[in-house]
């Protein structure tokens, strides 16, 4: 019984995000025993490690301890890319020569301006209290991981390459502007890569063809490869970085608090650029109202998501659709606490 209480409080300790990191990498292990492509012994000896790494993981944790014969770094936004990415490195070999750095927050949303100060930092975390449902949980934790942040990056061996990942989302793209905004003065060796690109290409063939919204859509297989195809791919020069990380202080000084990428480019839009497309999106999925002309708002945003071609997140989508029913523009039944807990119609 009590085997089994450290195993619900293991649970409850992640985050959504690591929970799904988690997951995806249980479930690729079990893919491989059913195709027989992986022995049951390693197989079994992998779910054990992650067994135990779950067991005494603290989401509030951000060890890092870069061995001193580390050869790379990889830069990657997202908890879920990040899983994939170990899993990968573990499979080829590198885990102890190659390590990681996730970015966790989602900079294509929220005010970016004056996050080298505490003051900026702060007027962001107030943002996404009073907009975005439980996005931080306390201003200690946030400040905890931009400290453990720049430690990572300070701590980074000069002879390290870095190779920051980024494909077409802005989710990611905007991460890799702000990794080279706090690394534009380290002196070692730096590349921008696009697992996703880089994945479409492999697969591109006349019986198939696979497009990749987000780099934390990319399993690991498929990622093995496109991290052996990456080491072809060319160093940023000293302008490269400056001009990254001086688009990232122009975006920022905007001062708005949503950006989308267009036409190769992190461009800025008004909050409400997405409210028109909602209220399509709740017309495509009428089919799926009540006998009052309610639909569930977890439907509606699912639809949102699952049709917008930028990578924004459901966390923006469900701010947009509060702010659409206190405009008096939608209808609610229940109470806008969190997706699953009401619905809405056209007024």
């Known amino acids: 019984?009590?085997?089994?209480?450290?195993?619900?409080?293991?649970?409850?300790?992640?985050?959504?995000?690591?929970?799904?990191?988690?997951?995806?990498?249980?479930?690729?292990?079990?893919?491989?025993?059913?195709?027989?492509?992986?022995?049951?012994?390693?197989a079994a000896a992998g779910l054990m490690e992650l067994y135990d790494r779950l067991m005494t993981y603290d989401d509030r944790k951000l060890s890092w301890d870069p061995d001193p014969g580390c050869t790379h770094v990889h830069i990657v936004t997202g908890e879920s890319f990040a899983g994939s990415m170990k899993l990968a490195l573990r499979e080829l070999g590198r885990a102890d020569t190659h390590k990681?750095?996730?970015?966790?927050?989602?900079?294509?949303?929220?005010?970016?301006?004056?996050?080298?100060?505490?003051?900026?930092?702060?007027?962001?975390?107030?943002w996404f209290k009073h907009n975005i449902a439980a996005a931080l949980e306390d201003d200690a934790d946030s400040e905890a991981e931009y400290d453990?942040?720049?430690?990572?990056?300070?701590?980074?061996?000069?002879q390290a390459e870095i190779i920051v990942w980024a494909s077409r989302s802005v989710y990611e793209q905007t991460g890799m502007r702000y990794a080279l905004h706090l690394l534009r003065h380290k002196p070692n060796a730096i590349r921008v890569c696009d697992a996703c690109a880089i994945c479409d290409t492999l697969d591109k063939r006349p019986d198939h063809s696979e497009t990749y919204r987000r780099s934390g859509e990319i399993v690991p297989d498929k990622l093995r490869e496109a991290l052996l195809q990456a080491e072809h791919g060319s160093r940023l020069s000293a302008g490269d970085i400056r001009r990254l990380a001086e688009e990232w202080t122009a975006i920022a000084e905007q001062g708005g608090v949503l950006r989308i990428w267009r036409d190769g480019a992190v461009r800025e839009v008004p909050a409400d650029h997405f409210d028109p497309y909602l209220l399509e999106m709740l017309e495509q999925v009428t089919n799926a109202a009540d006998a009052g002309g309610f639909v569930k708002a977890a439907r509606m945003v699912g639809a949102a998501i699952g049709h917008c071609e930028q990578d924004i997140g459901d966390a923006y989508f469900e701010y947009r659709l509060r702010e659409l029913i206190y405009a008096g523009v939608l209808e609610v039944r229940g109470?806008?606490?969190?997706?699953?807990?009401?619905?809405?119609?056209?007024?």
Not at 151 to 158: H, V
């Open 1 to 42: 019984m009590n085997e089994i209480m450290d195993i619900k409080k293991a649970v409850d300790r992640l985050s959504p995000d690591n929970a799904k990191s988690i997951l995806r990498l249980v479930l690729h292990q079990i893919r491989l025993l059913k195709e027989q492509t992986a022995s049951p012994e390693g």
């Open 100 to 126: 990681i750095v996730t970015l966790n927050d989602n900079y294509a949303i929220g005010p970016i301006g004056g996050l080298d100060t505490p003051e900026g930092r702060q007027a962001r975390r107030d």
């Open 148 to 158: 453990a942040l720049l430690r990572k990056l300070d701590q980074i061996p000069e």
């Open 335 to 347: 109470i806008p606490a969190g997706l699953r807990y009401y619905s809405v119609r056209r007024k």
